[in-house]
T-cell receptor, first 112, second 107 residues
Framework: DVKVTQSSRYLVKRTGEKVFLECVQDMDHENMFWYRQDPGLGLRLIYFSYDVKMKEKGDIPEGYSVSREKKERFSLILESASTNQTSMYLC???????????FGQGTRLTVV | GQNIDQPTEMTATEGAIVQINCTYQTSGFNGLFWYQQHAGEAPTFLSYNVLDGLEEKGRFSSFLSRSKGYSYLLLKELQMKDSASYLCAGGGTALIFGKGTTLSVSS
């Protein structure tokens, strides 16, 4: 089974803190993604990566950055957390040429 | 640009059939996906249509018309456990999702 693991299920951070959300997949997938999910807005793509050290902006990249130093790991970074970044963050991965995405369990981030 | 529309909410009763529609205006989609998401859980894959027509998988079927930018998910013999959000998504390298349809199944 494909497994996508996010480091934390719940996280509470203070405004202005630097926050790292980690995601690891064990199926050698080339593509990895970060989405956020908010009520009434659905899943929105923040960033994705199609290879190590490669990244592409999604629909809402402002306030976020990403890092992909190893194929299995994709990190989402909030440089200076703000309350409007309180959300559910979902990581996903897929094989190159196969758009089916497999999701992690999500990290519910609260910024206070 | 890319835009995916689906109804926000639907209700149905156990044993019934429900059809969830999805329309999209976009270019570069390689196919149309449907995901199921129970409250508090991650989305899980249900179906994928890359060609026009109907794909059947047990109680669930999905239809695609690329010329009309239209898809639907058909759920038969509804069960209480089918209460969930159903997400329509278009695929290129990255999936773009609609806002989801919350289906409530009552007895």
């Amino acid at each position: 089974d494909v497994k996508v693991t996010q480091s934390s299920r719940y996280l509470v951070k203070r405004t202005g803190e630097k926050v790292f959300l980690e995601c690891v997949q064990d199926m050698d997938h080339e593509n990895m993604f970060w989405y956020r999910q908010d009520p009434g807005l659905g899943l929105r793509l923040i960033y994705f990566s199609y290879d190590v050290k490669m990244k592409e902006k999604g629909d809402i990249p402002e306030g976020y950055s990403v890092s992909r130093e190893k194929k299995e790991r994709f990190s989402l970074i909030l440089e200076s957390a703000s309350t409007n970044q309180t959300s559910m963050y979902l990581c996903a991965s897929s094989k190159s040429g196969d758009a089916e995405a497999f999701f992690g369990q999500g990290t519910r981030l609260t910024v206070v | 640009g890319q835009n995916i529309d689906q109804p926000t909410e639907m209700t149905a009763t156990e044993g019934a059939i429900v059809q969830i529609n999805c329309t999209y205006q976009t270019s570069g989609f390689n196919g149309l996906f449907w995901y199921q998401q129970h409250a508090g859980e991650a989305p899980t894959f249900l179906s994928y249509n890359v060609l026009d027509g109907l794909e059947e998988k047990g109680r669930f079927s999905s239809f695609l018309s690329r010329s009309k930018g239209y898809s639907y998910l058909l759920l038969k013999e509804l069960q209480m456990k089918d209460s969930a959000s159903y997400l329509c998504a278009g695929g290129g390298t990255a999936l773009i999702f609609g806002k989801g349809t919350t289906l409530s199944v009552s007895s």
